[in-house]
């Protein structure tokens, strides 16, 4: 049995954590608890709450720290009532990061001063430097 908890380390998200593994060896069950904090991974695989807890590859929680009970229902194979909650703090991080790995960065060129020679990169193109362009300008 594989148990991912997706997260990216908030106190939900490690408490969720805490709890599944807590509960895997008290049922003294061969099970994997396996954190799951990559970004990119939490959206591909469609993610909008955190924490979310995956087990054997099916959603069982998200937006909450599940109870107990709900943990080794999952663990034994039981029938649980699957909750969502508000999402925590993670969620808007989350959707802040997929939206910055999603924009093209900006260029930088390298350019050479016509004024003194120097080599500088800036991510825009022109043709003096910033002390040169202060000086012509006074």
């Not at 909750?83 to 808007?92: F, G, Q, V, W």
Request: glycine share 8%.
């Amino acid at each position: 049995m594989k148990i991912e908890v997706f997260g990216v380390g908030c106190a939900k998200c490690r408490a969720t954590k805490k709890l599944i593994e807590r509960a895997v060896r008290d049922l003294q069950t061969d099970a994997e608890v396996v954190a799951v904090s990559d970004i990119n991974e939490i959206v591909d695989r469609g993610v909008m709450v955190t924490p979310a807890v995956f087990v054997d590859g099916e959603l069982k929680s998200t937006g909450r720290v599940p109870s107990k009970g709900d943990v080794e229902g999952w663990i034994s194979g039981r029938a649980v009532n699957n909750k969502t909650e508000a999402p925590c703090a993670c969620l808007y991080y989350l959707q802040e990061q997929a939206k910055m790995s999603k924009k093209k960065p900006y260029p930088l060129y390298k350019v050479t001063c016509k004024g003194c020679g120097k080599e500088f990169s800036g991510n825009v193109q022109k043709d003096y430097c910033f002390d040169c362009e202060k000086k012509r300008g006074e």
